[in-house]
């Protein structure tokens, strides 16, 4: 019993800080108890990455914080030359563009005379849209205007590109247009 009481003793004496430090622990690490031991912050199994607002050319840098594989938050990043750490109220909001139960995630299809949306496989998507543009494109093609001057183009067919586009993306798109005829190229950017 009296061994039992002595040997707590010299337990309670060793966690002791005076003690601990006296045996060379550190001050900061002699203070902590098992309890402060166990704490931590609420964020530290969230794990950061930084990226880039996908809403317009400007590019500014995000920090975008995943606990769990899931995105909890979305910020400016201050280490970034363009932002600073600022967003504008559009990029401010991507979190709830990335975390939106009414997100699209399927392409979706309304038939001639349809009403409704039906979610169709984004392959068919493509190729109709693809099939839908070449039809439309050779039903409508002029190869000479009314004065018999050489135009070849379609004027049944426009582009609208997205602000997000970046330089090489709009090249390739107006390089796509232009040699399918299609002329009347704008950008959201510009309305
Ligand atoms: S939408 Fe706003 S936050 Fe996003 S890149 Fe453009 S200016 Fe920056």
């Known amino acids: 019993m009296l061994r039992r009481t002595l040997r707590k003793v010299g337990e309670a004496l060793a966690r002791w800080p005076v003690a601990q430090q006296l045996r060379g ?10 309890r402060t ?5 609420r964020l530290h ?49 991507t979190f709830q563009y990335t975390v939106n139960p009414d ?13 409704t949306w039906e979610p169709v496989d984004l ?10 543009v070449r039809e ?15 135009v070849r183009h379609t004027p049944a067919i426009g582009f609208l590109g997205g602000a997000a586009l970046d330089n090489e993306e709009n090249y390739l798109i107006k390089k796509l247009c232009v040699g ?7 950008n959201q950017a510009r309305i």
């Open 123 to 132: 392959e068919w998507a493509m190729r109709r849209i693809a099939h839908l």
């Open 37 to 41: 031991r166990s704490l931590h912050s």
């Open 103 to 115: 997100r699209l995630t399927t392409a979706l299809h309304r038939r001639p005379y349809g009403t």
């Open 180 to 186: 399918a005829g299609i002329v009347f190229v704008e």
């Open 136 to 150: 439309t494109r050779d039903r409508t093609f002029i190869d000479r205007d009314d004065a018999g001057r050489i």
């Open 45 to 93: 199994d969230v794990r950061t990455v930084a990226s880039v607002c996908p809403y317009c050319a400007v590019g500014c840098g995000t920090l975008v914080h995943v606990r769990n594989d899931e995105v909890i938050d979305i910020e400016g990043n201050p280490e970034s030359p363009i932002n600073q750490g600022t967003l504008c109220p559009k990029g401010a909001d």
């Open 25 to 34: 622990t550190p001050l900061g690490e002699a203070a902590l108890t098992a």
